[in-house]
């Protein structure tokens, strides 16, 4: 790999016109090549040789349907799979991907998302898709050929690999199966092994197993002086020019290609004058970033309520973690509740 171009942060005209696609920048990556079980256990730092075993690995996680609110499918693994996880997709996180992805790579957040869709000169058109229960619709075989072909391990470590990744919910410690089986049936969903909803391995490997897909949307956009982003099952595209009708049917139709599909309600074209929503995050008319109101409500919500009972550690914590996610949009946001909420012993 040419050294000059080894910064993760490569426009997605300069990656691609250097012929790239996500393959050539693999060998970054400390799982590449890996042809040892003993290597892998010493990278990942196992230490129990039962988590090479998919029904063993599937033990370890408990998928449950969160009906707080809008109902999802939540499959989170032991704290013994997660941390193997997590060297996972630090490793991961090592591939070299355009600067317009934006699914779980260390550095970006869903504001920098945004901030590409945002011009100081000109206001733009939008046009925006979310892929459907994109996680349980991802199969373990995707998974396994991303280890096997991209990062060319060794069958039996791209098995393992995949194991880690991958829930087979028949084998899962589910309390309520029948719950799942319905959910994932009022989604469309017929894979029943898959990836994780909930692992800290499945953004980034979202977007890495399913390269090809938006490698295809990225070549139109770019024929079309789109610009794309993409936020896990989130892909935007934007331009000061006319999205046209046969453009995004164009996109559509690659989703549909590869098995996927599109939330009918959650697809949206915008014009320029127009607010728009993108990542939580709402463009104004004149084509800058803004708070949601109802972040706007929540932190104002939080702070009321701390000020009210100063020694309630989770209510400080909330509103910390709400005055960080709005300050990626706008660093100077609430700073008398900032001040305060940073200050307060």
């Not at 399913?210 to 934007?238: G, R």
Request: some cysteine; glycine content about 4%.
């Amino acid at each position: 790999m040419d050294r000059q171009h080894s910064n993760r942060w490569l426009t997605p005209a300069l990656f691609y016109e250097m012929g790239c696609n996500i393959l050539i920048y693999c060998t970054e990556c400390p799982l590449y090549g890996l042809q040892s079980k003993k290597m892998l256990k010493r990278l990942l730092q196992i230490e129990d040789s039962r988590l090479f075993k998919q029904d063993y690995v599937a033990s370890l996680i408990s998928p449950y349907i969160d009906k707080n609110g809008k109902p999802r499918l939540i499959e989170p693994p032991s704290d013994k799979l997660k941390a193997i996880q997590k060297r996972m997709k630090v490793m991961l996180g090592k591939i070299i991907v355009p600067d317009n992805i934006f699914s779980g790579i260390k550095g970006r957040s869903y504001a920098d998302n945004v901030f590409l869709h945002t011009s100081s000169n000109n206001r733009k058109m939008l046009f925006k898709i979310d892929l459907t229960a994109f996680f349980p619709t991802i199969s373990r075989e995707v998974v396994y050929r991303f280890f096997y072909n991209d990062l060319c391990c060794s069958p039996d470590v791209a098995e393992i690999l995949t194991n880690f990744t991958t829930i087979n919910i028949e084998k899962a410690k589910a309390s309520n199966l029948e719950d799942i089986y319905v959910f994932l049936n009022s989604k469309g969903v017929s894979c029943k092994n898959h990836l994780i909803s909930g692992a800290p391995t499945s953004q980034i490997l979202s977007y890495l197993v399913n390269h090809s897909m938006f490698d295809e949307m990225q070549t139109i956009a770019s024929k079309n002086n789109v610009m794309m982003t993409v936020y896990v099952d989130d892909v935007t595209f934007s331009s000061e020019y006319r999205i046209s009708h046969r453009f995004t049917e164009k996109v559509i139709s690659i989703v549909r290609k590869y098995g996927y599909q599109i939330s009918k309600t959650k697809v949206k074209k915008y014009t320029k004058l127009y607010p728009k929503l993108v990542t939580g995050v709402v463009i104004d008319s004149s084509g800058q970033p803004t708070l949601k109101n109802s972040m706007r409500l929540r932190i104002i919500k939080e702070y009321k309520n701390l000020q009210s009972h100063p020694e309630d550690y989770k209510s400080k914590q909330r509103l910390r973690g709400l005055l960080i996610a709005a300050r990626q949009v706008n660093p100077h946001v609430f700073p008398n509740i900032y001040k305060f909420a940073f200050d307060c012993n």
